[in-house]
């Protein structure tokens, strides 16, 4: 048995979700044991629910409003487009609607209360994923591939910590067992929901932002899955962002360790936490590319080929904004760096990168473009209001984080050399850095519009030395 995770590019449009079900029709009969899929929401999408679920609490009840006809256009254009009139399209058009009709008494119950807790956060958020599976297997069942679309909140137990739940292993074992085997035995593929789960009580959770990867190997290691595939828009793991060097290679073998060390960084094709529940197994797993199924992608296994190139990684990340909150003297502590962390965690922003100055008395963090309001709104609860002692807070919008991860056996203070070497070259503002504890990783915050110069240069000079290793 073979398991399929399909992400939000993947399923993006309708264009992009017939390619996933000609993929899923070819290989269906080839997977011995049958074929599990998992689908992300359609891109975008998660997004415009948070955003919805903010402007609620917040009272922006128009805003609301554009946000569920886009998202109502935005499903409703696949149904139009592979589905029409027939059965399978009517259905769906009625648990679209039946949907957003949820999420619109949702919204209005946020709004009343004029306050968003991560639960109500995280009910919200799932609405991509409860969408994008019944589509997705309305779409299978019309090409006549025999698909059931299955909500992982009955599958997958986790504990309450909304944003980031943590499974349950043995609960989610027994419930993955008793409900997907038999499916299978059927001749149906199960397209099940990524990125939520509920706890045992059936509250519904999230397991963190790109959280699909993970479910997807949650359920392979609970059903002993052969392998577990993550079709992305890129083929597998690369060198850097082929859409800022079209030259960039893919790391055709990666080790357990090799892999989630890339992701942790923010390698955008593999969720951190994917690796962990395929370790114990021994499972291996496969980044392959769904506009271009032909090409053999990433694999990442216990033991590699001997034989396979090594080679460094850049990894970056654009549509980001920096903020610093710090002190006008020398009263800042690490007490009040805990602060802004803990309050913005709860809140449910994501702080991909931050870096502390004890010399300029302040905090530095990056968080997503989509975020920046909110996170702002939040700090300037805590720290704000102009009373005496409070905090200073400055935004830098437009930044990007480039990190550069070297295999193993590198020379860190080397590879840190060439990086800033390059980005001074190049006169490249620096604007944070943090240095990975394995010693043979740099990030570094730099503005957006000159990420793309900065990784093509240094892709090209850590290309030169391992030409002439």
Same mark, same amino acid.
């Given at each position: 048995m073979i398991v399929f995770k399909f992400g939000g590019t993947s399923v993006g449009n309708p264009q992009s979700i017939g390619a996933v079900a000609e993929i899923i029709a070819r290989h269906r009969s080839g997977a011995d044991g049958g074929l599990v899929v998992v689908v992300s929401a359609m891109a975008g999408v998660t997004n415009g629910l948070i955003a919805a679920a903010r402007a609620a609490a917040a009272g922006r009840s128009a805003e609301c409003r554009d946000i569920k006809?886009?998202?109502?256009?935005?499903? /409703?254009? &696949?149904? +139009? %487009? /592979? /589905?029409? +009139?027939?059965?399978?399209?009517?259905?769906?058009?009625?648990?679209?609607?039946d949907a957003l009709h949820e999420l619109e008494r949702l919204l209005r119950s946020i709004a009343v209360l004029g306050e968003l807790t991560r639960r109500g956060l995280d009910v919200v958020a799932a609405f991509g994923e409860r969408m994008s599976s019944g589509l997705l297997a309305a779409v299978l069942c019309r090409r006549g591939v025999r698909a059931q679309a299955l909500s992982a909140t009955g599958l997958i137990v986790t504990d309450a910590r909304f944003g980031e739940a943590a499974p349950q292993a043995a609960l989610t074992r027994e419930r993955l067992r008793q409900a997907v085997p038999p499916l299978l035995g059927r001749g149906i593929v199960p397209v099940i929901t990524g990125y939520i789960a509920a706890t045992a009580e059936g509250v519904t959770? $999230?397991? !963190?932002?790109? !959280?699909? +990867?993970? $479910?997807?190997?949650?359920? !392979?290691?609970?059903?002993?899955?052969?392998?577990?595939?993550?079709? $992305? +828009? &890129?083929?597998?793991i690369l060198t850097a962002d082929p859409n800022l060097v079209p030259g960039a290679r893919t790391l055709s073998e990666l080790t357990y360790a090799e892999a989630a060390e890339l992701a942790y960084f923010g390698a955008d094709v593999l969720h951190p936490k994917a690796i962990r529940p395929l370790v114990a197994d021994g499972i291996p797993l496969r980044i392959l590319n769904t506009f271009n199924p032909a090409h053999p !992608?990433?694999?990442?296994?216990?033991?590699?080929?001997?034989?396979? %190139?090594v080679l460094p990684a850049l990894i970056s990340t654009e549509g980001l904004a920096m903020i610093a909150v710090g002190t006008p003297d020398d009263s800042w502590t690490l007490q009040l760096a805990a602060r802004a962390l803990q309050h913005l965690s709860e809140a449910g922003v994501d702080v991909p990168m931050f870096s502390q100055s004890f010399s300029e008395h302040r905090l530095n963090l990056v968080v997503r473009g989509p975020d920046q309001a909110h996170a702002l709104d939040v700090l300037e609860r805590v720290f704000g209001g102009g009373a005496a002692g409070a905090c200073v807070i400055g935004v830098r919008g437009e930044v990007a984080t480039l990190s550069v991860v070297g295999p193993p056996g590198t020379d860190g203070t080397a590879l840190t050399a060439k990086a800033f070497g390059a980005l001074g070259r190049r006169g490249?503002?620096? /604007?944070? =850095?943090?240095?990975? *504890? *394995?010693?043979?990783? =740099?990030?570094?915050?730099?503005?957006?519009g000159q990420l793309a110069t900065a990784v093509r240069d240094l892709h090209q000079e850590l290309a030169v030395e391992v030409a002439h290793a």
């Open positions: 006809a886009t998202l109502l256009r935005q499903h /409703l254009d &696949v149904v +139009d %487009e /592979l /589905l029409g +009139d027939c059965p399978e399209g009517l259905e769906a058009c009625g648990q679209i609607e959770t $999230t397991l !963190g932002r790109g !959280g699909s +990867d993970y $479910t997807a190997a949650i359920i !392979g290691a609970a059903l002993a899955a052969a392998e577990v595939w993550i079709w $992305t +828009d &890129v083929d597998g !992608g990433t694999r990442i296994a216990p033991r590699p080929a001997p034989e396979r %190139e490249t503002p620096v /604007l944070a =850095v943090a240095q990975g *504890t *394995t010693g043979r990783s =740099v990030s570094i915050c730099v503005p957006e």
